[in-house]
C-alpha cells in the first residue's frame, strides 16, 4: 500500500476540525458550568471519594457506595481534595460542588516548590505500620509521629506479622510497644497473615477515616487487602496510570471497608511523614516535650547544650527519656541533611 501524503490544504482542515471538536468539547463544559441553578438538582451533602484536579467523584451522604457522581468544581472554590465534605447539585451531565464543608483535618505535603499542600482531608487517624521484619526503627517510627502531631491527626502504631514474634525479638518489641504506651499512644498487633487482631483492628476503625503509612514491607498492601481487597487493586492501578502519565489519575481514593469505616490510600500517602519538617515542629511532634516547649531561657534555644535550656533539664531529671531527645536530635540533622 502507498503511504498517503495530505496535501497542505487536507492538513489545514483536518487541524481546523480537530479545533471545532475541541472548542465543542470546552463550549459542553462551560455549559455544565455555567448551568443556573434552576437546572440543577436540589443542593445536598456529600463527600468527595476521589478528585482528578478539575473534577470529583462525589458520593452522596448517607449512601455508601451509591450514586456516586463525577462533578467538576465552581470557581473560586478552595483545593478540594478526597476526604472533603461539600455541598453539591446534580446535573444532566455532570454534578457541581457549590461549596466546601470546613475540614476537620487536613493532609498536607510539599509541593516541588516546598509549599504544603492538603492531598486528603477529615482524616480521623494515621496507622503507623511496623512489624518484626523489617526491624522497627524507633527513629523512623517518631517521625511519623511527629508528621501526624504536627498535622494534629492522631496516629495509632500496629505491630503487623504478629506471628513473626519469638523469643529473640518479644522482649525488645514489647519495650519498644511500651514506650510508645507509656506516651499515650494506642498500640495493636495484628498479623494479616494469621489474621490475628484483625477483628479488633476492623472494630476499631469503624466510622472514622483512616490513612496506612510506614514503611515498604511491613505489610501495609496485605493488611488493606485483608480488609477490603479492592483497595490494592485500585491503587496499583493508580500508581500505574500515574507511572504512564495519565492525567486523569487521582491523587488519592477514599474506601469504605465492609465493617464500617473509610480508608483514603495512594502511594503517596503511604509515603506519609517523609517529607520536610523544620526543627521547631520536630521539637512540637514530640508529645512529652510540649510542657516545656518556650521554658528555655534563650528564646532561640536550640536545645543543645545552652545554659538554661528546659528540655536539657527535663531530660536530666528523666521528665523525657533520653532516647526520644536523641531521636528528636538525630530527626534534625538528618533533615537538614535533606534526608
Ligand atoms: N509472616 C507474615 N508476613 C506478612 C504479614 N503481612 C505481610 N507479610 C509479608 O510481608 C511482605 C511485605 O508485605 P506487603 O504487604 O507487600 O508490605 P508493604 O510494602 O508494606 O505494602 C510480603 O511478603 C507479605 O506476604 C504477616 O502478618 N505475617
Ligand atoms: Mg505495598
Ligand atoms: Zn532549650
Known amino acids: 500500500m502507498t503511504k498517503r501524503r495530505l496535501t ?12 471545532k471538536t475541541r472548542a465543542q468539547v470546552n463550549a459542553q463544559q462551560e ?50 481534595v478526597t476526604g472533603d465534605r461539600v455541598a453539591w447539585q446534580d446535573g444532566e451531565h455532570q454534578g457541581v460542588v457549590t461549596s466546601q464543608h470546613p475540614r476537620k483535618s487536613e493532609l498536607c505535603r510539599p509541593d516541588n516548590r516546598g509549599k504544603l499542600r492538603p492531598v486528603a482531608a ?34 495509632v502504631i500496629i505491630l503487623n506479622k504478629a506471628d513473626l514474634i519469638d523469643d529473640n525479638n518479644f522482649s525488645h518489641l514489647n519495650n519498644m510497644l511500651d514506650k510508645y504506651l507509656k506516651l499515650g499512644y494506642e498500640c495493636f498487633l495484628v498479623s494479616a497473615q ?16 483512616s490513612v496506612f503509612v510506614g514503611q515498604s514491607g511491613v505489610g501495609k498492601s496485605s493488611l488493606l487487602n485483608t480488609l477490603s481487597p479492592e483497595i490494592n487493586t485500585a491503587v496499583g492501578a493508580l500508581s ?7 492525567h486523569t489519575t487521582t491523587t488519592s481514593q477514599l474506601f469504605h471497608l465492609p465493617n464500617g469505616g473509610d480508608v483514603i490510600d495512594s502511594p503517596g500517602i503511604r509515603e506519609f511523614g517523609l517529607w520536610h ?3 521547631a515542629s520536630i521539637a512540637n ?32 531529671d528523666g521528665m523525657i527519656e533520653k532516647e526520644r531527645f536523641d531521636s528528636y536530635w538525630h530527626i534534625v540533622h538528618s533533615l537538614e541533611q535533606g534526608q
Open 285 to 316: 511532634g514530640f508529645i512529652e516535650f510540649r510542657p516545656f516547649l518556650g521554658n528555655c531561657k534563650f528564646r532561640d534555644c536550640q536545645h543543645q547544650q545552652e545554659p538554661g535550656c528546659a528540655l536539657c533539664q527535663a531530660v536530666e
Open 122 to 155: 477529615n482524616i480521623d487517624r494515621i496507622i503507623i505500620v511496623i512489624a518484626p521484619y523489617p526491624e522497627p526503627h524507633t527513629n523512623l517510627i517518631n517521625r511519623y509521629l511527629v508528621a501526624a502531631e504536627n498535622q494534629s491527626i492522631k496516629p
Open 194 to 209: 494469621t489474621g490475628e487482631g484483625v477483628d479488633r483492628l476492623e472494630d476499631y476503625l469503624e466510622g472514622l477515616t
Open 8 to 19: 497542505k490544504q487536507q492538513r489545514l482542515r483536518i487541524q481546523e476540525n480537530q479545533a
Open 277 to 279: 519538617l523544620d526543627a
Open 240 to 246: 500505574a496510570s500515574k507511572a504512564k502519565g495519565t
Open 31 to 80: 455549559a455544565d458550568e455555567y448551568l443556573s441553578p434552576s437546572d440543577l438538582g436540589p443542593e445536598q451533602n456529600g463527600r468527595v471519594i476521589a478528585s482528578y484536579g478539575k473534577q470529583v467523584d462525589i458520593e452522596p451522604e448517607q449512601r455508601t457506595g451509591e450514586g456516586i457522581r463525577r462533578c467538576h468544581l465552581r470557581a473560586n472554590l478552595p483545593t478540594i
